[in-house]
Structure formats: C-alpha cells, structure tokens
C-alpha cells in the first residue's frame, strides 16, 4: 500500500520524501484498471456511514451481518460490464471486504491499477506503544502462551479456494500441488488475508493476528520458530531504541526448547508422550542402538520460561526459581541426585563456575612456562572442583 514519490533513476537530495503509506491500516488495491461494482453491499445491512472520531469525516464502513448468505466484496469490471479476470491468477477481479473496513470509493467508479479501494483500521494501532504496554507481550511470548485470538496457519504449500460461508465460519480450502487438500474454517468477521487462486507456503497466516508459537514449531520446525520468538521481541524494546543482541534472547529459546515429546519409546526405556530433556533422550538413543535396538522417535517440546526452568534436570536450580517446597519434596520422594552440570546449582553450593576457565575440560590441562620447560601439571584447579 506505499505510494512512491520517486521514479526509477531519479536524482534526490537527502531529505527527499520517498514513499507515504498508512502504518495503521491494511490497504486494499486494484490490481487491474476497471469500474467499481458494489456486491453484497446493502445500506444498513452491510454497509453504513460511519462518522470518522479523529477527522469528523464521513465514510462508508462494512458492518457485520448475520446472513450467511452476503458476502460483502468489490468486483471491476470493463466498461460493458464484463468481469475482469487477474492474468497472474486467472481469477475475478475480486476484493473481499472484512467486517470494520472503510469503502473509499463509489459505486461505478473507474479506477486505475494500484489505487486504493478500501482500508481496513490495525487494532493494534491506537495501543500504547511505549515499555510497559509492550512487556506484556514479552511474558505472553516467554510463557509460550497461546494468544486469545491467534492467527489459523496454513500446514501445506498450495493454492487458495474460498470455499462457500457457514453460518459462522468462513471456508478456506489449501490444495497442494500432490495429496489431499487441507480445509480451515475462520470466524465470520475476521479478514482472511489470502485471495482466491493465491499460492501458499506452510506457516503463512491466512487470517490477521498473533500466530500461536506452537503451532509454528509444528508447522515449521524450530529454526523458523526461534527466529519468530526473537524478531517480536526484538520489537518490543525496538520501539523504544534499546539495543539488544539477539544471543541473549537465543539463550532463553533455547531453554524453552530444550525438551522433547516421546511419540514412539520402541526398544528405550521411555513412555509415551513423556517430556524428556534432549540431552537424555540422545543418550538413551546411542545406548539403544549401540545394542542393534530401535531408538525412540520424539518431537521438539516448547516450554514457558517457568515450566522450563521448574522441570529442569537439576532439583537445586528448580528450588531456588518458584514453588520450592514441591520440589524440594518431590526430589527426596524420587531419591534424585544432583550432579551439579549447570551455573546456578554451582554458585548455590559455593563451587568454581563450569565456565570459562572453571569448564570441566580445562581442568586436566598442562601449563608451559616461559622460564623453564618444564611441564607442570595444573591439579589444584581440579582437587578444587572435586571437593
């Protein structure tokens, strides 16, 4: 929806306007040059003046309504009335208008390729914007929480088809180029933001809205995931020009994704649908197949920094987060030993960090010094660690 100011090789001094568009509206546009026709728009059913509370102006909104049957939308058309269809799609030149949108212009219009036909307002926009309205949304993400009214994503890669309204739902079908197609249905008044003959790639949204985590993490794998997590982040404190890496917050999603789900044990000493840390699955799974047995097939796990931090392998570490006495209690029921692996269970007990030049594997090095040749063999280090 930008409108460029430019032309291509023009020259521009610094300061030069570039492009304008609207950050708080979704635009629709005519992809062809033709003569509005209004379909399924009737006064007070469908559509309404709607005086706007910023500019006091005028305009024609698209109202919800319970007839299944109207589907608010724009068709062009030539001058003889004959329905213009897409080249690149092979489709009508067809604009669905979701319920809150903003018609503007007039039935029987001639408009050109590119020109706005409609707008529909960002909810988001008029939020605050500032640190503390965005932290909530930082919790919501860490918390791995399922937003209330996320976004439906797309499984499969394919080809859009709207299929006929139900009383309630909207019917979007995806069929992919091999296999059976894939059916979503999308409550009546959101807007669907995928047109008829549309190409789809798995993990695109087809309705507006937070996608939920875990249903990228099993549409799209935990690259793709990680990836997600980090930018909204990022974004949230973006506003308000704090810079942050992006290894600080990578460590925190790798925390969150440290756990599988078992869906077959085969010849491993796992159950079904049990939560294992990566580590120990891999483990039992070279021990398994050391023995010419069948290893376990898992997939990845997403977890709230809370429950992560609580189911940690380590009950020292788990204690000193929340909910102390149930672990704590918990730990000496099962007769659990800690070994001691990680940073907080080490400072906790007042031992040498594993890390940097406390790692475990430095510890049997040997030093050179410079006067003499001689080899000394660094055990200090070591009998500290131990003891």
Same mark, same amino acid.
């Given at each position: 929806?930008?409108?460029?100011? #430019?032309?291509?090789?023009?020259?521009?001094?610094?300061?030069?306007?570039?492009?304008?568009?609207?950050?708080?509206?979704?635009?629709?546009?005519? !992809?062809?040059?033709?003569?509005?026709?209004?379909?399924?728009?009737?006064? @007070?059913?469908?559509?309404?003046?709607?005086?706007?509370?910023?500019?006091?102006?005028?305009?024609?909104?698209?109202?919800?309504?319970?007839?299944? $049957?109207?589907?608010?939308?724009?068709?062009?058309?030539?001058?003889?009335?004959?329905?213009? /269809?897409?080249?690149?799609?092979?489709?009508?030149?067809?604009? %669905?208008?979701?319920?809150?949108?903003?018609?503007?212009?007039?039935?029987?219009?001639?408009?050109?390729? *590119?020109?706005?036909?409609?707008?529909?307002?960002?909810?988001?926009?008029?939020?605050?914007?500032?640190? /503390?309205? =965005?932290?909530?949304? #930082?919790?919501?993400?860490?918390?791995?929480?399922?937003?209330?009214?996320?976004?439906?994503?797309?499984?499969?890669? *394919?080809?859009?088809?709207? =299929?006929?309204?139900?009383? $309630?739902?909207?019917?979007?079908?995806?069929?992919?180029?091999?296999?059976?197609?894939?059916?979503?249905?999308?409550?009546?008044?959101?807007?669907?933001?995928?047109?008829?003959?549309?190409?789809?790639?798995? &993990?695109?949204?087809?309705?507006?809205?937070?996608?939920?985590?875990?249903?990228?993490?099993?549409?799209? =794998?935990?690259?793709?995931?990680?990836?997600?997590? /980090?930018?909204?982040?990022?974004?949230?404190?973006?506003?308000? =020009?704090?810079?942050? $890496?992006?290894?600080?917050?990578?460590?925190?999603?790798?925390?969150?994704?440290?756990?599988? %789900?078992?869906?077959?044990? $085969?010849?491993? @000493?796992?159950?079904?649908?049990?939560?294992?840390?990566?580590?120990?699955?891999?483990?039992?799974?070279?021990?398994?197949?050391? !023995? *010419?047995?069948?290893?376990?097939?898992?997939?990845?796990?997403?977890? *709230?920094?809370?429950?992560?931090?609580?189911?940690?392998?380590?009950?020292?570490?788990?204690?000193?987060?929340?909910?102390?006495?149930?672990?704590? /209690?918990?730990?000496?029921?099962? &007769?659990?030993?800690?070994?001691?692996?990680?940073?907080? !269970?080490?400072?906790?007990?007042?031992?040498?960090?594993?890390?940097?030049?406390?790692?475990?594997?430095?510890?049997?090095?040997?030093? #050179?010094?410079?006067?003499?040749?001689?080899?000394?063999?660094?055990?200090?280090?070591?009998?500290?660690? !131990?003891?």
């Amino acid at each position: 929806g930008a409108r460029l100011l #430019v032309r291509d090789g023009d020259s521009v001094q610094p300061g030069d306007k570039l492009s304008l568009w609207d950050p708080y509206s979704e635009t629709f546009l005519a !992809e062809v040059d033709g003569v509005v026709s209004y379909q399924d728009l009737e006064e @007070n059913i469908t559509i309404s003046e709607k005086i706007d509370e910023d500019t006091g102006l005028s305009q024609k909104m698209v109202i919800e309504t319970k007839d299944s $049957n109207l589907r608010p939308r724009i068709l062009l058309h030539d001058e003889k009335g004959r329905t213009i /269809t897409v080249a690149h799609t092979g489709q009508p030149a067809e604009i %669905r208008l979701p319920a809150k949108s903003y018609v503007l212009v007039e039935n029987g219009k001639r408009v050109q390729q *590119g020109e706005i036909i409609a707008k529909l307002p960002i909810e988001t926009a008029k939020k605050t914007k500032d640190i /503390t309205g =965005g932290l909530p949304r #930082v919790v919501e993400l860490f918390e791995a929480r399922k937003p209330k009214e996320h976004a439906i994503i797309s499984e499969i890669d *394919g080809v859009v088809s709207l =299929g006929p309204d139900l009383k $309630n739902k909207q019917r979007v079908v995806i069929t992919p180029p091999k296999g059976e197609p894939r059916e979503y249905s999308i409550p009546k008044m959101k807007h669907v933001k995928v047109r008829e003959g549309e190409f789809v790639h798995s &993990g695109d949204a087809l309705m507006e809205g937070p996608p939920n985590p875990h249903d990228i993490l099993k549409v799209s =794998g935990i690259e793709k995931l990680a990836q997600y997590l /980090t930018e909204e982040v990022q974004q949230v404190y973006r506003v308000q =020009g704090v810079s942050i $890496n992006d290894k600080h917050i990578e460590m925190i999603v790798r925390q969150m994704l440290r756990k599988v %789900r078992v869906l077959e044990p $085969n010849d491993t @000493n796992f159950l079904i649908d049990e939560a294992v840390d990566k580590t120990i699955f891999e483990v039992e799974n070279r021990r398994v197949m050391a !023995e *010419g047995k069948v290893p376990a097939t898992a997939e990845p796990l997403l977890l *709230g920094i809370t429950k992560a931090s609580l189911s940690t392998e380590s009950f020292l570490s788990a204690s000193s987060f929340q909910e102390t006495t149930r672990v704590l /209690t918990e730990a000496s029921i099962w &007769g659990r030993v800690d070994h001691l692996k990680g940073l907080k !269970e080490n400072v906790i007990i007042g031992r040498l960090l594993p890390a940097g030049t406390g790692f475990r594997a430095y510890h049997k090095l040997t030093a #050179v010094t410079e006067e003499s040749s001689e080899i000394e063999t660094v055990d200090e280090r070591d009998d500290f660690a !131990e003891g």
